[in-house]
């Protein structure tokens, strides 16, 4: 038996309403605030995620779906969705639009990670992007709609962590310094600390043994390092997020698993997953355009996981789904005036469903009642009861609310409902 590849799933009926109820959230949300619609490919030129997400992070490493297109090309599918709209924008001279361009976008993206559960290896992001504006308030702004996003998506139990990476210059001497502290301490640490010094000294902050957490108290952190003026930015960020009322945990070891990051990153987090935790995140990205050969352009944004936002908003109550109209046949006679009734009831904006199966009459409305049809139209029952001329015309409508059942004309049908549901 073929199934669906590991780390992918099927978005079955009851789960595509509760997506497409989250996607209307991200329109009305995103697009009160400007940021508009836009829909890269699936698949880009591999060195764009290699040169725009870091040749060194764990996606371009380990994680890409890479293919040769036949022709000597190599593509990727997309792993995640900035760098590609960074590549739209400088492609589009969007650098001569009024700036900055708030693009906001939802799709499918891919990384070969070890499947759990939050974790697949082809999943949705929804994401926002404002590029050409150095502000707090852009970043500020970024934030708080993904806040309430996150809200009326309804995600539980959602912690911000906030922090600044100041430039890769400030981090390149902060790494410096903090690899330096660690040798001094080393004798005090854990043994998988200690080898790791040279190659990810940031993780010593996560480590649980007592010896390197109480060496780590005392660690050298990048905020307190920040240039002036970047020090100065984030304390702008934080005040319009204080002023908004949106609560956030300073963690100065907020490491994205992108290269591309600058000054302002976040996460928000909710304890209602497990391990993947993570529900959206993002932040500036100053030096991203360039390094794609665009003009020297400041960014900001997140993207988020609909997977992760629809596990950790736990299972609303499936959306009852309205059938107004079930068309029912008595006798192949009907089946013309059955076919234009369903249709011209859809025409009129009513849900009408047409008799598909070879079913008794019985059957028929015992499946009206299993799909939960407002009202049934029984067509072809005239022959039987000797009806001259319109014969097919003639139609029993039963409420299925009521249980009244009257004969009435295929005409009179859909008024007769339009009244009944919408007096
Ligand atoms: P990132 O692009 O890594 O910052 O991820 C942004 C968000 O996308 C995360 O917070 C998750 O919600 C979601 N996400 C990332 N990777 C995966 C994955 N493999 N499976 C499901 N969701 C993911």
Redesign the pocket.
């Known amino acids: 038996m073929i199934q669906a590849p590991k780390?992918t799933f099927d978005v079955l009926p009851e789960d595509a309403a509760r997506r497409e109820l989250l996607e209307g959230h991200a329109r009305k949300i995103l697009g009160a605030a400007g940021y508009r619609r836009i829909e890269t490919p699936t698949f880009e030129a591999t060195e764009l995620f290699a040169r725009g997400v870091g040749e060194a992070t764990d996606?371009v490493q380990k994680?890409m779906y890479t293919f040769d297109d036949g022709a000597g090309r190599s593509l990727t599918l997309r792993?995640?969705?900035?760098a590609p709209i960074c590549r739209a924008y400088i492609e589009h001279g969007m650098h001569k639009l009024p700036q900055p361009v708030k693009l906001w976008y939802l799709g499918r993206?891919y990384?070969a990670?070890a499947?759990q559960r939050?974790?697949?290896?082809?999943?949705?992001?929804v994401?926002a992007e404002a590029i050409g504006s150095a502000t707090p308030e852009t970043d500020a702004e970024l934030i708080v709609l993904l806040a309430d996003l996150l809200e009326a998506g309804g995600v539980r139990r959602t912690r911000l962590h906030l922090s600044s990476l100041g430039t890769p210059e400030t981090r390149a001497e902060y790494r410096a310094e903090l690899v330096a502290y660690l040798r001094a301490h080393e004798s005090l640490l854990s043994d998988e600390v200690a080898t790791r010094i040279d190659l990810s000294p940031l993780r010593a902050f996560d480590a649980t043994d007592a010896g390197t957490r109480e060496v780590m108290q005392a660690a050298p952190k990048l905020l307190d390092r920040l240039a002036a003026e970047d020090a100065q930015h984030f304390a702008a960020v934080r005040a319009l997020l204080d002023d908004a009322g949106v609560s956030y945990e300073l963690d100065p070891t907020l490491v994205?698993?992108?290269d591309y990051y600058t000054r302002t990153v976040f996460?928000?987090?909710s304890d209602a997953l497990g391990a993947?935790s993570?529900?959206?995140?993002?932040g500036r990205y100053d030096r991203l355009i360039e390094q794609l050969d665009g003009p020297p352009t400041p960014a900001s944004g997140?993207?988020?996981?609909?997977?992760?936002?629809l596990l950790a908003a736990g299972a609303p109550p499936p959306a009852a789904e309205l059938v107004d109209l079930f068309v029912a046949l008595a006798s192949p006679d009907g089946r013309r005036t059955a076919f234009e009734l369903s249709r011209a009831a859809r025409r009129a904006g009513l849900q009408a469903q047409q008799e598909l199966g070879n079913r008794s009459l019985k059957g028929q409305l015992r499946h009206a009642d299993r799909i939960g049809a407002r009202y049934v139209a029984i067509v072809g029952d005239g022959a039987s009861k000797g009806v001259a001329g319109g014969a097919a015309g003639l139609v029993s409508l039963k409420n299925m609310e009521s249980g009244e059942q009257r004969d009435t004309t295929a005409d009179e049908v859909i008024p007769t409902i339009l009244r009944g549901i919408r007096p």
């Open positions: 780390g996606i994680e792993p995640e969705g900035t993206y990384r990670e499947p939050g974790r697949y290896r082809q999943f949705s992001q994401g994205r698993g992108l996460e928000f987090a993947q993570g529900v959206g995140g993002g997140w993207a988020a996981g609909i997977e992760r936002i």
